[in-house]
């Protein structure tokens, strides 16, 4: 058997590892629906596609309300890219919820200023983060946020298998595995992204949606002199009317998220490694930053999903596989936490499964489609044409101040972005 440091089971061995506060109890996993069996009650079962923040958090959440949760990761590792994320109060209160406080402490890095400049330097804008979005943001680097989400999946009783790669899925509630692997779930949770194995498998091949604009999104080391007052705890928004963009987001003392973004059409500033000339002569002012990405670096497109259901019998799709969005936001991983915690906090067992989900996506899918539409809206230029406005829109305090742990949320007003929720019916 193979385990890593985490005692993470990886599912090319003989059997797993399973890490649980309930380890005493005896378990049985029924062959025919997939309930677990501890001493003497029966344990829904639900299996989870992806080990990303989406697929940890519905796994812990399960996994303390009573459900047998195994989680599949195709990676050998729970890895989490080399990039940071802002995570605003509607995200960190989920965090808290999940007993995560310190967390926000120790790894997490708080953020007291967003300014926002030309390319030439000049400042348009400068907003605290709580006056301007009603709310902290809060930097991470992804994997200082993964990492302990997985120790209180582990905790919690979830079972965790790295390189497990999941091939396919059907309505009723069946995986199916690379190697010929079959398992039966109560529930199979999809969080595995934007190109979702089981969305596809379950909903069928649905289009995505394509924008005008990519990023290249990394870490570099904060060197001294990067702060010149000493405040490292500014964030710091670069726009150049062409359309390049350059963000610096301070995830730590030591760390710093930068993230480049520029039109399709410029296929010069997306290439990598990047050509360092290109990006200072628009930027003339953050030579020092784009000297440190060398051929550092991940590129992406923008691409957004819009499937018509989020749920398909025993399938219930979460995070990018059920409601991917542009990063004009920054608001990919609060959402992914949104979808799933709620999910994980639903009676799933009161009446039929059908109509848990069904309520399920009709109280949450519409605030969290008004957040698709809206960054798409900045994505393309109809919203936000500056990019000077960003989270202090007022269209999006219903959004930033959502309390999903207690369901406690306005409505978003849907003629703030001009896009019709898809029927629920």
């Known amino acids: ?97 999940l007993g995560l406080h310190d967390v926000i402490e120790t790894r997490g890095h708080q953020l007291n200023r967003w300014i926002i400049r030309l390319s030439s330097g000049q400042t348009t804008h400068e907003y605290e983060p709580f006056s301007a979005t009603g709310g902290r943001i809060v930097m991470f680097q992804r994997q200082a946020l993964v990492d302990p989400l997985a120790e209180a999946a582990a905790k919690a009783g979830v079972s965790i298998e790295v390189g497990s790669r999941v ?3 059907e309505r009723d509630g069946v995986l199916h595995l690379e190697g010929g692997r079959r398992l039966e779930a109560d529930l199979v949770v999809a969080a595995d992204g934007i190109q979702s194995v ?25 060197h001294p002199g990067d702060f010149p007052d000493g405040n490292d705890r500014v964030a710091i928004e670069y726009n150049d009317p062409g359309g390049r963009r350059i963000g610096l987001l301070p995830c730590s003392s030591q760390t710093m998220y930068m993230i480049l973004v520029a039109l399709l059409s410029d296929s010069e500033a997306l290439q990598m490694p990047i050509k360092p000339e290109l990006w200072k002569e628009t930027f003339p002012t953050l030579g020092r930053y784009i000297d440190r990405v060398g051929t550092a670096g991940h590129y992406d497109e923008y691409h957004s999903v819009f499937p018509p259901a989020w749920h398909y019998g025993k399938c219930v799709l979460i995070g990018d596989a059920a409601h991917g969005m542009t990063p004009a936001l920054g608001q990919g991983a609060n959402s992914a936490m949104m979808t799933a915690y709620s999910l994980g906090a639903s009676d799933l067992l009161k009446g039929s499964l059908s109509d848990a989900l069904t309520a399920w996506e009709a109280k949450i899918r519409p605030l969290v489609h008004f957040t698709q539409k809206f960054a798409e809206g900045i994505t393309e230029g109809r919203l936000d044409p500056k990019n000077d406005i960003f989270f202090s829109d007022p269209a999006l305090r219903p959004l930033l101040s959502a309390d999903i742990p207690n369901m406690r949320f306005d409505m978003p007003d849907m003629n703030a972005v001009n896009g019709p929720l898809p029927s629920l019916a």
């Open 198 to 222: 089981v969305r596809k498998s379950v909903a069928g091949a649905l289009p995505l949606g394509t924008h005008r604009k990519g990023a290249i999104r990394l870490l570099i080391p904060i």
């Open 167 to 169: 091939i396919g899925a």
């Open 1 to 97: 058997m193979s385990r890593n440091m985490h005692g993470w089971s990886n599912a090319a061995g003989a059997s797993r590892f399973r890490c649980s506060i309930r380890s005493k109890a005896r378990r049985v996993r029924s062959r025919r629906s997939g309930t677990m069996r501890s001493g003497d009650a029966l344990m829904p079962s639900a299996e989870i596609v992806g080990g990303g923040i989406a697929g940890l958090v519905a796994s812990i959440k399960l996994a303390r309300s009573g459900w047998s949760v195994r989680l599949h990761e195709r990676s050998d590792a729970l890895r989490a890219g080399g990039n940071g994320l802002p995570i605003f109060e509607n995200g960190l209160r989920i965090l808290e919820a």
